[in-house]
């Protein structure tokens, strides 16, 4: 099993930053992709970005490619996830997920999510 915590959302203004955290506990952490996925109030919910257990291989959405960056720590468990020029439709719930496929593959497990808010 393995367990999910993001935080570093909140509230910013268009063209502002936020970096979201995603600590994970459990077992496979470093053995396993990584992926930051978002869900809008009326959207389905989408892959953002997603990174292979050693960094090598990234995959970033056309919408955020240039402005958001991925990025993992695998001695801290943690996975980030860096947003630049913000804007209006990048408002969601930012949820981690990882499992044993590769890069851009749903895992099995989901963190509670995170909201970023931002304000035009």
């Known amino acids: 099993q393995v367990q999910l915590v993001e935080s570093g959302g909140g509230t910013v203004q268009a063209g502002g930053s936020l970096t979201l955290s995603c600590v994970a506990s459990?077992?496979?952490?470093?053995?396993?992709?990584m992926s930051w996925y978002r869900q809008g109030l009326m959207d389905e919910r989408e892959l953002v970005a997603s990174?292979?257990?050693?960094?090598?291989?990234?995959k970033y959405a056309d919408s955020v490619k240039g402005r958001f960056t991925i990025s993992r720590d695998n001695e801290k468990r943690t996975v980030f996830l860096r947003m630049d020029n913000l804007r209006s439709e990048d408002t969601a719930i930012y949820y981690c997920?990882?499992?044993?496929?590769?890069?851009?593959?749903?895992?099995?497990?989901w963190g509670q999510g995170t909201q970023v808010t931002v304000s035009s």
């Open positions: 990174i292979s257990r050693r960094g090598r291989e990234i």
């Open positions: 459990g077992s496979s952490f470093s053995n396993n992709a």
């Open positions: 997920n990882t499992g044993p496929l590769g890069v851009g593959f749903v895992g099995d497990f």
